[in-house]
């Protein structure tokens, strides 16, 4: 595994060398996704791009302008874990973060670069959709925004061309009384993939669910939202009616497959399952802010 590796220190160096270098440049950000890859075999650039040393695309934080939170490309799984303003906004994104990879990794990888690598069953990735997150785009010549929703294409690919660099992703200011839940299913905690990803983020007033978004992990070509469960949601007091008729929209929502880490009957199953649990974590948690 031979090849050459170079540290830019500002974007327009980044996108000179991309050009320079293209299409046998690969960027990286942690590296546990690409490196592993070319360990594998499966992607062999001639020149890797670090971006380690851009200083403007580091860390996590809040701005109290635009009411975002701001997810830098660099920033990592422990530092999205264990941020103040996504554990008091977000925690289920937080939840999620923690439970990539092992401690190793999560010291290494970033989220930016787990939704660039564009698995299905990128642990990040239903949590983002819930929030719904916009990821920023820049290229040589400006940025764009992308919903988080309309970022993946199909298994490894995502809207970003090959001259472009992700830069971060933000996520908006929650409505009042919100509170979200991910569940992650696989046979080990650590240093497996998601059988199933589920995330369930609600907002509760007077008792009634205002707003809720469900998203899953692992059983499409890519992270999906379900809109039909949201609906079923959305503006009525949820009861255990409407919690089977939702796990019901997500099971009929979602396209599993059948691989060496489960069957796609037992991925559909553990939908509906899973839904109406994050459902009620969700629930629980809103509902205790709004009596805060």
Request: hydrophobic share 45%; charged share 20%.
């Amino acid at each position: 595994m031979r090849f050459q590796y170079l540290q830019p220190a500002s974007l327009q160096e980044a996108f000179s060398l991309l050009a320079q270098h293209s299409p046998q440049a690969k960027v990286m950000a942690g590296g546990t996704d690409l490196l592993v890859a070319m360990k594998m075999q499966k992607l062999s650039p001639s020149v890797v791009i670090g971006l380690s040393q851009i200083p403007e695309m580091a860390g996590v934080a809040y701005d109290s302008s635009s009411k975002a939170i701001r997810i830098g490309a660099l920033a990592t799984h422990q530092e999205v874990s264990s941020s103040s303003a996504i554990l008091e906004k977000f925690s289920h994104l937080a939840g999620a973060a923690s439970l990539v990879g092992s401690r190793q990794v999560r010291n290494l990888g970033t989220t930016v670069g787990n939704i660039c690598n564009a698995s299905p069953s990128a642990e990040t990735a239903p949590a983002l959709l819930t929030v719904e997150a916009v990821v920023n785009i820049a290229g040589p010549t400006g940025t764009r925004q992308v919903a988080i929703g309309d970022f993946f294409t199909g298994p490894g690919r995502t809207v970003v061309g090959g001259d472009e660099i992700v830069t971060e992703v933000t996520i908006p200011d929650p409505e009042p009384n919100s509170a979200g839940a991910y569940i992650k299913l696989s046979p080990r905690r650590a240093m497996d993939l998601a059988v199933v990803g589920v995330a369930v983020f609600l907002s509760v007033r007077n008792g009634v669910c205002d707003k809720a978004r469900v998203a899953l992990g692992a059983v499409a070509p890519t992270p999906i939202r379900v809109p039909d469960a949201e609906a079923i949601l959305s503006g009525e007091a949820v009861n255990d009616n409407l919690l089977e008729q939702a796990a019901q929209a997500a099971m009929k929502a979602c396209r599993p497959i059948s691989d060496v880490r489960s069957s796609a009957e037992y991925r559909r199953e553990m939908v509906g399952v899973l839904v109406k649990r994050a459902i009620r974590e969700a629930l629980g948690r809103s509902r205790n802010q709004e009596g805060d």
